[in-house]
């Protein structure tokens, strides 16, 4: 699907190389979530803008406080807006509001193997549960939605003693593949990448179920290339890539 949606770009968004930007670097902290969608996309951004990308993951909570406390970067891809507008509220980025970019998919996810299937919500009433992955809701976006999500559905109750929390998105879908956990709570980025749809299965989560996950970007100050940032949160928000996003796990930002 990847090489697909590179074809679909390729043929549709043009983008003129700068004399200023050109062979330049883009720093990019960016939540976890966002890893699958930067192999696809990132990739041909560099090849038609001659940037390259320094692409740093991990939950939104953990990069917005290490980029209060100086993690040099150009631009943050947030998994929500609250965490974009603590850097906001730090007078450490360009705008007075984050922009959104995308809106996340909460899934449930297990192994191939496992003894869940067919995967169905249902599973999280089930008495021999023996454990879930989350995310930390305090510090991750999808672990907010994830926890709201079983209260909403009443499943909480049922889970609250099995849940394994991961410090990020990502690494509550890596206990699920690795074995360590049965099911995770995870984005359906992450479930749609070639590594967990090739290793296991999905269902999502009725979005009325949690709050939108409302991902959003800051470009930050003083960036080394604000050019080239602005650049890649342009074509970020192009029409080809927003309606290209839902085949990899995400919902346009408009």
């Known amino acids: 699907m990847g090489a697909v949606l590179l074809v679909v770009l390729a043929a ?6 700068s004399a200023t930007a050109q062979g330049g670097e883009v720093r990019v902290a960016a939540a976890a979530d ?12 560099e090849r038609k803008t001659g940037l390259k990308l320094k692409v740093t993951f991990g939950s939104s909570a953990a990069l917005s406080q290490q980029l209060q406390n100086g993690l040099p970067a150009d631009i943050f891809f947030s998994a929500d807006f609250y965490f974009a507008e603590q850097l906001v509220a730090a ?3 360009e705008t007075k509001q984050p922009t959104p970019y995308a809106n996340g998919l909460l899934v449930l996810w297990t192994r191939k193997d496992s003894r869940f299937n067919p995967l169905h919500l249902e599973v999280l009433e089930r008495k021999d549960l023996q454990s879930v992955a989350m995310a930390n809701p305090e510090r ?3 672990g907010r939605a994830a926890e709201a999500a079983l209260k909403k559905l009443n499943y ?3 889970v609250q003693p099995h849940l394994k929390e991961a410090e990020s ?15 995770a709570l995870m984005s359906e980025t992450l479930a749609t990448s070639p590594k967990y749809r090739d290793a296991g299965t999905f269902v999502r989560f009725p979005i009325s179920q949690y709050p939108d996950i ?5 470009v930050l100050k003083p960036a080394k290339n604000a050019e080239g ?15 290209n996003l839902p085949k990899l796990g995400l919902q346009p930002a408009h």
Do not use: K, W
């Not at 998105?169 to 099911?183: D, H, P, R, S």
């Not at 409302?214 to 800051?218: D, F, H, L």
């Not at 940032?229 to 309606?243: C, G, K």
């Open 12 to 17: 549709t968004v043009l983008f003129q190389r």
């Open 34 to 45: 966002m890893e699958p969608i930067f192999q696809v996309v990132g990739p041909y951004f």
């Open 91 to 93: 007078n450490l980025t």
């Open 140 to 142: 991750a976006p999808y």
């Open 156 to 158: 909480y109750g049922n």
């Open 169 to 183: 998105v990502a690494q509550a879908g890596q206990f699920a593949l690795t074995g360590n956990a049965e099911l």
């Open 214 to 218: 409302r991902q959003c970007a800051v």
């Open 229 to 243: 940032a602005h650049l890649l949160l342009t074509f970020m928000l192009s029409d080809e890539v927003q309606n």
